[in-house]
T-cell receptor, first 114, second 116 residues
């Protein structure tokens, strides 16, 4: 199993540009989520999905959009990038409500918005 | 709103010592607690997961304990090695175990340095 994969590893955007961060998992996990990690603030939940076709907002959803058309993929879209979105983004997945419910994280995407 | 705190933010110890990392949370209605390790510029690696009904979990030199009623967890590392140097994060998942309730609340981590 490749686990949770994320692309790209690094990205530089200009203010106002849009882009999509890709996330995929091959563990047949139902639950997937996106976090951002900022110095001194820990990881904060952006959006999550409990299965294909079902998504919901987390703690900091503004400026981001998600969809889940398949179990494997959960892309995160930045609609109009702002410097405040400079961060490291992590995708995570887990089996879902059943136990054990260990969450697995991808390697992250480091995004800089100029 | 659940808040998770990890103190100290940074810790340096000589190689070979045993050490304890702390994690506290404000809402005891958790489903489980997970400890992660993060190396600089890397993702999170899961170390141990403790269900709310458990008191501790062990993996090799690592032992994690959970006292739900007092809102505390500790990660004990025995015989520390330079390779243990990393940031350690704890995260709690709220209860009950409903579909859609898998979101984690993270602490800000303890940056551990093992001095050779």
């Amino acid at each position: 199993n490749a686990g949770v994969t994320q692309t790209p590893k690094f990205q530089v955007l200009k203010t106002g540009q849009s882009m999509t961060l890709q996330c995929a998992q091959d563990m047949n996990h139902e639950y997937m989520s996106w976090y951002r990690q900022d110095p001194g603030m820990g990881l904060r939940l952006i959006h999550y999905s409990v299965g294909a076709g079902i998504t919901d907002q987390g703690e900091v959803p503004n400026g981001y959009n998600v969809s889940r058309s398949t179990t494997e993929d959960f892309p995160l879209r930045l609609l109009s990038a702002a410097p405040s979105q400079t961060s490291v983004y992590f995708c995570a997945s887990s089996l879902g409500a059943s136990e054990p419910n260990e969450q697995f994280f991808g390697p992250g995407t480091r995004l800089t918005v100029l | 709103k659940q808040e998770v705190t990890q103190i100290p933010a940074a810790l340096s110890v000589p190689e070979g010592e045993n050490l304890v990392l702390n994690c506290s949370f404000t809402d005891s209605a958790i489903y489980n607690l997970q400890w992660f390790r993060q190396d600089p510029g890397k993702g999170l690696t899961s170390l141990l997961l403790i269900q709310s009904s458990q008191r501790e979990q062990t993996s090799g030199r690592l032992n994690a304990s959970l006292d739900k009623s007092s809102g505390r967890s500790t990660l004990y590392i025995a015989a520390s090695q330079p390779g243990d140097s990393a940031t350690y994060l704890c995260a709690v998942r709220p209860g009950p175990a409903n579909f859609g309730n898998e979101k984690l609340t993270f602490g800000t981590g303890t940056r551990l340095t093992i001095i050779p």
